[in-house]
C-alpha cells in the first residue's frame, strides 16, 4: 500500500519562501509522473506543478516562476520550493502521483499571512 507523507508548511510572511517534501513508501515511484497539489478553504484540490520521471515539468499560471517542483528517485522523495509565497498560495498541500490515483496523504498546511 503506497504511503504519501508530507512535510515542510508552516507560517510564513508574504514574499517568503518554504520547501515541501513528500516520502513515499510502499511503491517504487521512479516510473510515475507526480505531482503537487492544494486544497484552499471552501475551493477544490488543484494540481499545482508535475514532473515526468524523466524531468518534464508542468506548473500552474498561478505558480510559474515562483514555485519549482524536484524528485529524487533514488530517494522517493518529492519537493517544492515555494519563493515569493502570496497570501493566495494559502492552502494545504498534498503529493500524489498524476493523475491522483493513490490515497491521499495528510497534506502539509501552508499559511502565507503578515
Known amino acids: 500500500q503506497v504511503q504519501l507523507v508530507e512535510s515542510g508548511g508552516g507560517l510564513v510572511q508574504p514574499g517568503g519562501s518554504l520547501r515541501l517534501s513528500c516520502a513515499a513508501s510502499g511503491i517504487i515511484f521512479s516510473p510515475y509522473t507526480m505531482g503537487w497539489y492544494r486544497q484552499a478553504p471552501g475551493k477544490q484540490r488543484e494540481l499545482v506543478a508535475s514532473i515526468t520521471s524523466t524531468g518534464t515539468i508542468y506548473s500552474a499560471d498561478s505558480v510559474k516562476g515562483r514555485f519549482t517542483i524536484s524528485r529524487d528517485n533514488a530517494k522517493n522523495a518529492l519537493y517544492l520550493q515555494m519563493n515569493s509565497l502570496k497570501p493566495e498560495d494559502t492552502a494545504v498541500y498534498y503529493c500524489?502521483?498524476?493523475?491522483?490515483?493513490?490515497?491521499w496523504g495528510q497534506g502539509t498546511q501552508v499559511t502565507v499571512s503578515s
Open positions: 500524489n502521483k498524476f493523475p491522483a490515483r493513490w490515497d
